[in-house]
Every structure is written in C-alpha cells, then in structure tokens.
C-alpha cells in the first residue's frame, strides 16, 4: 500500500468511527404510557356510532398490557340503524338511554384476559353509576378519566359514593400534550424510514 492510499484508509477509519462514536439518543417526544393508553381509549371512541357522545375506554393490567378496549354503542346484534339515537324524546323508550352500552361495559366485557382484577381503566368520561357497579364487581382498582362534565347529575354523586366505599380510586387525567396526531402519511415523509440498514421497528 502506498503512502496515500494508506492515509486515505486512515481517513476513511477515522470517519467511519466518528459515525460509530456519534451520540444517537433515544426520541425524547415518545408517548408515555398515560397518554398511550387514553389515546387508545380515544382513537376506539372514534368507533362510536352515536351522534352525540364518543366515549371510549381502555383496560390495562400492572403490566401496561391492554387487557380491554371499548365505546359506546348498541348491544351484539341489535340493528343500530333501528335502535333510537335521541337524548330526548316524549317517551323515553324512543331515546337511546334504555339501549345503549357504555365504553365501561364494552371494555369489561371485551377483556382478553380471564379477569380484569386489579386493572387500571382508562376512560375519557368520569363513570356513570351504573358503569361504577360494573368496575367494582370486575374488581378494577383505579379509574382514569379526563372529562367529569357531568359532575353535577345525581348519577354522578352516586357513583363517588359507590367508588369512594368500594376503596377504587380515581383520578383526573392531565394530558402532557394538549393532542396526539395519527397520521398515515408520515411514515411515508419520514427521513428516518428507508434508510439503509434502518429497521422499520
Ligand atoms: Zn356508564
């Protein structure tokens, strides 16, 4: 080898370590787990068939794995198309309240795991009574929830009551970001995709 082809390799060693030597962090604006999971609750909201309120709820267990997903809508086999959307109405079987299951209940009974004993429920909406029963008899300890607009309704005292003697605790969400964006295209735009030797992980 030459003089200068050998200075040349140095050089190219040299570079090739500085590349290698290069901090490479890790991404500093990933989700964390809180807003990971009330963003699931959302983006499974985004299934609701009701005109007026999407409401969705995520289950996850002492492991940060999601154990139940769901919305509010009509119960399995019944015609949506049919069942009454209306929040008022001269006879109240004519509105959607006799008829439709909340995000709470669709999330328990939606559970890929044999029980959801212990899970944290994650839910955009503070629960209803009813939806109070449910997670104090699936044996849920805590409940997340971002949006308690219906604080007033005597639906609402009774499930603090229900919640409070049954030892559940629950606490109001505070989002770190203000949205979370999904959108398709990025994957596309971004200059970290298709790289070579890049993984897609
Ligand atoms: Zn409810």
């Known amino acids: 080898m030459n003089t200068e082809a050998s200075k040349e390799t140095s050089l190219q060693n040299g570079h090739a370590r500085a590349e290698a030597e290069a901090p490479c962090k890790k991404r500093q604006d990933y989700l964390e787990w809180p807003e990971y999971f009330m963003a699931v609750a959302f983006l499974s909201a985004q299934r609701s068939k009701d005109p007026n309120s999407q409401v969705g709820a995520c289950i996850v267990n002492q492991e940060n794995k999601i154990v139940g ?8 086999d019944c015609n949506d198309d049919l069942l009454p959307w209306a929040r008022s109405s001269s006879d109240w079987l004519d509105t959607k309240y006799p ?11 939606n559970k890929n795991s044999a029980d959801v004993k212990g899970c944290t429920m994650y839910v955009a909406l503070f629960p209803c009574n009813e ?13 997340i929830y971002l949006s308690d607009k219906y604080h007033g ?13 049954a030892g559940i605790e629950y606490k109001k969400f505070q ?27």
């Open 175 to 201: 989002p770190k970001r203000g949205k979370v964006v999904i959108d398709f295209g990025s994957i596309d735009l971004s200059g970290n995709q298709g790289a070579a030797g890049s993984s897609a992980s």
């Open 131 to 143: 939806c109070a029963k449910l997670i104090i008899q699936a044996g849920i300890k805590d409940v």
């Open 69 to 76: 997903i769901g919305y509010n809508g009509m119960p399995n």
């Open 99 to 109: 008829y439709v299951c909340h995000a709470e209940l669709n999330a328990i009974m």
């Open 153 to 165: 309704r005597k639906e609402f005292t009774a499930s603090r009551r229900l919640l409070d003697m």
